[in-house]
């Protein structure tokens, strides 16, 4: 597995597999990896005939209070993995690689981008369309692989591309669960014991709320007061948002009569995990 830091290097590399004929795909994270990220490396491998994965934690898409300094990092241990489940070329920048000292350029996508999580992490999507901007522009890929976890991401970074002509196909791999219907999450780390019990909660009320939502007994709003209920009895501290919407656009629907997803954002302690579920009949 080759690894590389800067943009001359990796721009070298993806040409001479490109003047081979090879079909080149890219994985971008932000390091921590666990085994939801490494099956995107193999969807990436079923998709192309060479992998780069990027590690990069990007400050763009922390806010002023969040835990970019915090966040986990690990990078020998996400190499082994990377280099054991097969991956080709790891990119791994440092900050001054990727911007320079007075970077001041911002990308932001409406519609999909500014409600749900954006409500409470305003930030957030900015960031990760402008820095899934400059890794694909540096890595010129046929398509990039992102989990469908983070479903409102995958619908920004789609919409991101089409709109600028960038000439990738994006790719959305299934959520990866652990044995109780937790969602992995690098963020999992940080739950103590007892919140890593409750956590699960969330997967399973999702499940719920969207069977009472598919049989029609009741608008979204009021099915949805209740899923908080529940949650916070469950011992989560708060409820950002459950938030059923249309498939495609992510705008809010009350009765099922279209593909949905619902989407969820909630608090345990000092962690915020998020969680989605298709709600289709």
Not at 117 to 132: E, K, L, N, S, Y
């Amino acid at each position: 597995m080759i690894i590389v830091k800067t943009k001359p290097e990796i721009r070298d590399a993806v040409a001479k597999w490109r003047s081979a004929g090879k079909r080149i795909s890219a994985v971008p994270t932000m390091g921590a990896l666990h085994q939801g990220h490494l099956s995107l490396i193999d969807t990436a491998k079923q998709h192309s005939d060479r992998v780069v994965a990027t590690i990069f934690v990007n400050p763009l898409q922390f806010g002023p209070n969040e835990d970019f300094k915090t966040y986990p990092r690990d990078m020998d241990h996400d190499l082994a993995l990377l280099e054991a489940q097969g991956c080709d070329l790891v990119f791994a920048p440092e900050h001054t690689d990727l911007f320079a000292p007075d970077f001041s350029t911002k990308i932001s996508v409406a519609g999909v981008g500014e409600d749900h999580c954006a409500v409470t992490r305003p930030q957030f999507f900015d960031g990760v369309a402008t820095i899934v901007a400059k890794l694909l522009i540096n890595l010129a890929p046929d398509l990039a692989v992102f989990g469908e976890k983070d479903y409102q991401q995958l619908m920004v970074i789609r919409r991101m591309t089409r709109d600028l002509d960038i000439d990738v196909k994006i790719v959305g791999s299934p959520i990866i669960r652990e044995t109780d219907g937790l969602a992995m999450s690098s963020r999992n780390q940080y739950l103590s014991s007892s919140e890593r019990a409750i956590a699960p909660k969330l997967f399973e009320t999702l499940n719920l709320a969207a069977e009472i939502f598919l049989q029609g007994e009741s608008d979204w709003p009021v099915i949805s007061e209740w899923a908080s209920t529940r949650l916070t009895d469950a011992g989560f501290s708060k409820v950002d948002y459950l938030n059923m919407t249309d498939a495609a656009t992510l705008t809010h629907i009350v009765k099922p009569d279209q593909p949905a997803r619902l989407l969820a954002a909630a608090w345990i302690g000092r962690t915020r995990l998020i969680d989605n579920i298709p709600a289709s009949a």
